[in-house]
T-cell receptor
Framework: GAGVSQSPRYKVAKRGQDVALRCDPI?????LFWYQQALGQGPEFLTY????????KSGLPSDRFFAERPEGSVSTLKIQRTQQEDSAVYLC???????????FGAGTRLSVL | GQQLNQSPQSMFIQEGEDVSMNCTSS?????WLWYKQDPGEGPVLLIA?????ELTSNGRLTAQFGITRKDSFLNISASIPSDVGIYFC????????????FGTGTKLQVIP
């Protein structure tokens, strides 16, 4: 597709379950970003990849959060032992690289019960 | 985490009115960005500003990069119903740092 694609769009998890969220960036985009958006707030940075290298993971809230991009294209954000405070929209963005425009996907809305 | 301070938090306006919103930061940014987010969608970039003092327009939208590099504003002229949504300012720090820091958002409602 032409844009950033995220799946699933909605995910309901029981507290303690592990979840995996997928991001398909725009083809050829070198940079990939994950953001977390709590209800009524702006997106907050989680982590950044340049190709397959994770160059910044300073925004990951705990060691339960893990992201990977093994072939420099598709990325997966994994959250282990989900907690209620993990409920949020998780947004993925990609860019050509450098400080070029970041294009966002529609996000995955995670609800932890 | 750190977020930019954006005001107003929300606003109701009549169709046809002009709108102004602004954003301030305690940090200096090299790039200021303005995004719009519709319900159930990701943010979409409206305007990007790269130099202090820069004034840029995109149709009915005008944004300025403050001289101090710690603030920016967005104006929307002659509002229409499809302008409804949440507007976010965002900034990028100097250097090669690519992470975008977002504001708290301004929710705009347009009354036809």
């Amino acid at each position: 597709g032409a844009g950033v694609s995220q799946s699933p769009r909605y995910k309901v998890a029981k507290r303690g379950q592990d979840v995996a969220l997928r991001c398909d960036p725009i083809s050829g985009h070198v940079s990939l970003f994950w953001y977390q958006q709590a209800l009524g707030q702006g997106p907050e940075f989680l982590t950044y990849f340049q190709n397959e290298a994770q160059l910044d993971k300073s925004g990951l809230p705990s060691d339960r959060f893990f992201a990977e991009r093994p072939e420099g294209s598709v990325s997966t954000l994994k959250i282990q032992r989900t907690q209620q405070e993990d409920s949020a929209v998780y947004l993925c963005a990609s860019s050509i690289g450098g400080k070029n425009i970041q294009y966002f996907g529609a996000g995955t809305r995670l609800s932890v019960l | 985490g750190q977020q930019l301070n954006q005001s107003p938090q929300s606003m109701f306006i009549q169709e046809g009115e002009d709108v102004s919103m602004n954003c301030t930061s305690s940090s200096i940014f090299n790039t200021w960005l303005w995004y719009k987010q519709d319900p159930g969608e990701g943010p979409v970039l409206l305007i990007a500003l790269y130099k202090a003092g820069e004034l840029t327009s995109n149709g009915r939208l005008t944004a300025q990069f403050g001289i101090t590099r710690k603030d920016s504003f967005l104006n929307i002229s002659a509002s229409i119903p499809s302008d409804v949504g949440i507007y976010f300012c965002a900034g990028q720090l100097p250097g090669g740092y690519q992470k975008v820091t977002f504001g708290t958002g301004t929710k705009l409602q347009v009354i036809p």
